[in-house]
């Protein structure tokens, strides 16, 4: 099956520091990536849609210069967190899809603390 | 670690049929269940969850029942229309903020997914 990895799959940090986090296709070449936040007490929220070579596509909410996602190729897509703060603390879940009429596969997860 | 089982993968059903699909988890440490719908090359949206103090809750055409002794939990569409075909997908978790810190304990661990058609 397919398989997607993250990297970390956790981190601490300072506040004011930026994160990045990578999402990988393992055995398949990915053409559309998702990033997920879980908030605390709340279930998951999409927060982007990259495909490789275009521009992520941001959710109602989701400040873009916060969040940078960088989908340089079918394999990779990057979520970095800039300038960190506590309440940027949370789960982020990458999932990634081979073509529009598959299914997503989820990755494991990085957990993030900004103290 | 958390294990969550999801069956079956495809499910067909007509036009105005009920559609259940099942999961497994194997934490009993978990309690919170979220269901999620992704439709063909779109990200996944919350449908419905539930936490382990109730066994059951209901949101129009949708249902998810939990068995927390059997740690199984299950999600019930009744009058299927077309555009309810999709992936669904089951997760399960501690609740955020119950891991201890670099843990994983609280990270959703998702079910492989099942594909629904409705046919008209």
């Known amino acids: 099956g397919a398989v997607v990895s993250q990297h970390p799959s956790w981190v601490i940090c300072k506040s004011g520091t930026s994160v990045k986090i990578e999402c990988r296709s393992l055995?398949?070449?990915?053409?559309?990536m998702f990033w997920y936040r879980q908030f605390p007490k709340q279930s998951l929220m999409l927060m982007a849609t990259s495909n490789e070579g275009s521009k992520a596509t941001y959710e109602q909410g989701v400040e873009k210069d916060k969040f940078l996602i960088n989908h340089a190729s079918l394999t990779l897509s990057t979520l970095t967190v800039t300038s960190a703060h506590p309440e940027d603390s949370s789960f982020y879940i990458c999932?990634?899809?081979?073509?529009?009429?598959?299914?997503?596969?989820f990755g494991p997860g990085t957990r993030l603390l900004v103290l | 670690g958390e294990n969550v089982e999801q069956h079956p993968s495809t499910l067909s059903v007509q036009e105005g049929d009920s559609a259940v699909i099942k999961c497994t988890y194997s934490?009993?440490?978990?309690?919170?269940f979220p269901w999620y719908k992704q439709e063909l090359g779109k990200g996944s949206q919350l449908i419905i969850d539930i936490r382990s103090n109730v066994g059951e809750k209901k949101d129009q055409r949708i249902a998810v029942t939990l068995n927390k002794t059997a740690k199984h939990f299950s999600l019930h569409i009744t009058e299927t229309q077309p555009e309810d075909s999709a992936v669904y997908f089951c997760a399960a978790s501690r609740e955020p903020g119950q891991a201890p810190l670099g843990g994983s304990q609280g990270n959703l661990i998702f079910g492989k997914g099942t594909k629904l058609s409705v046919k008209p």
């Open positions: 999932s990634a899809i081979r073509d529009s009429q598959e299914t997503q596969y």
């Open positions: 934490d009993s440490a978990s309690n919170y």
């Open positions: 055995d398949f070449q990915a053409t559309t």
